[in-house]
C-alpha cells in the first residue's frame, strides 16, 4: 500500500478507536529509567483500551531487543490487553518497514524502551515513518517510553555525549527527537546520574523550551500536551524565562501536577 493510502488509514483507524472518548486526545507516559511504576504501567494499558488495547512495543534503542521485550511484555500482561507485540529490529528491510507500519495502524498505544536513544533517531531518519509516528500520536494512540524511550520524546533531544561538568548548552550533543511533548527539552535518570548540568545548560541556551527531568523508579504522565502528573518518585521542572542566567526549579513530588504550558502548578 502507497505510504499516503496508509497514513490516511493509520489516521481513519485511530480517529475511529477514540472518537467520542472523555479521556484526552494527547497522552504520554514518561519512565525515568530504572524500575517502571506500576500506576505509570497501568495507566498506560488503561490509556490504550483496557482489556481492548493493542500495545506495540518498540525495541530500537537496544542491543538485547529479546530481554527487552519479554520484560516489558511482563510489565503490560497482568493489565490484561488484548495483545502485545514487538516492532520488527533494526535495521528495517523494505518487508520489515512494512510490517511495522501495518502494526502501527492498529496500535492503540506504543511504548519506546531503553538503551540509545540515537539509534531510535538512526531508524528515525526515514521521514515517513517519524511522520506516521507523529500522525498515531495526533490521532490519539497513547505514546510512552522508558529511559531512552524517553529522551526522544522531545524535539531537542540529548544524545548522551558532551561535556557535563561545565554549566554549557553548548557542550551538550543534541538532534533531533521524536518531538511528542512540545516546548520542553526531556532528560531521564536525571537526580539518581546527577544530570542537571546538561538539562540546566540547554534550557539556558534555549528559555522558551521547559526542562523536564525525570528522576530513576519514577514517571511523569502527561495529557493534552500539558497537565503532567509526577508518578512514584520525583520529576524537575526547569524554567528559564525569567531573565538571563536565571533559572526557577520547581520539584514535583509522587501524586503533584504541573501546568507545563502555563508553567505553574496544579
Known sequence: MPFKLLARAVAAFSAMVFAGSAVASERLVLVGGGDKPVVAMQRFAEWAGGPKARLLMILWATGYPTESYDGLKSDFAKFGPASIEPAPIQPLTPETRAAFLKQLESATGVFFCGGDQVKVMDV?????????LRAKYKTGAVFGGTSAGTAIMSKIMITGEGDFAVLDGTKVETR????????TIVDQHFLKRQRQNRLFGLVLMHPAELGVGVNED??????????????DGNVMIVDGKGGKDE?????????????????RRE
Open 247 to 263: 533559572l526557577k526549579v520547581t520539584v514535583l513530588r509522587p501524586g503533584e501536577k504541573f501546568d507545563l504550558v502555563r508553567r
Open 218 to 231: 519514577a514517571a511523569l504522565l502527561v495529557t493534552d500536551g500539558r497537565h503532567g502528573e509526577a508518578v
Open 176 to 183: 533531533e527527537g521524536l518531538g511528542l511533548l512540545e516546548g
Open 124 to 132: 528515525l531518519k526515514d521521514q515517513p515513518l517519524l511522520d506516521a
